[in-house]
């Protein structure tokens, strides 16, 4: 079993930045791909960015392609999500996933374990 805790979330004006953090605990972190999705009221959740286990592989969507970096901190159990930029249609809850193979997916359906949630709200 695995367990995600996000934190980091809040409001911020559109332009700004946020950095969210994942903190796992109860498995080999360290072997696990990990991403970021997001759930906007009345949409699908969606992809937003996956790292795989050693940190030198990632994917972004193109919705967030030069505004949002993910990376990880193996030694910390922790899988970080910074991002610059903000607009107000990123305003959605963030959750982190943990899949139980190491190299990255884009695929909700392919995760694990996942994270209450954190929500993100950007104001114009």
């Not at 791909?33 to 009345?42: D, K, N, S, T």
């Not at 994917?59 to 993910?70: E, L, N, P």
């Not at 305003?91 to 359906?109: D, E, G």
């Amino acid at each position: 079993q695995v367990q995600l805790v996000e934190s980091g979330g809040g409001l911020v004006q559109a332009g700004g930045s946020l950095r969210l953090s994942c903190a796992a605990s109860g498995r080999a972190f360290s072997s696990s791909a990990m991403g970021w999705f997001r759930q906007a009221p009345g949409k699908e959740r969606e992809f937003v960015a996956t790292i795989n286990w050693r940190g030198d592989v990632t994917r972004y969507a193109d919705s967030v392609k030069g505004r949002f970096t993910i990376s990880r901190d193996n030694a910390k159990n922790t899988v970080y999500l910074q991002m610059n930029s903000l607009k107000p249609e990123d305003t959605a809850v963030y959750y982190c996933a943990a899949r139980a193979y190491s190299t990255t997916n884009v695929y909700p359906h392919e995760y694990d374990y996942w994270g209450q949630g954190i929500q993100v709200t950007v104001s114009s």
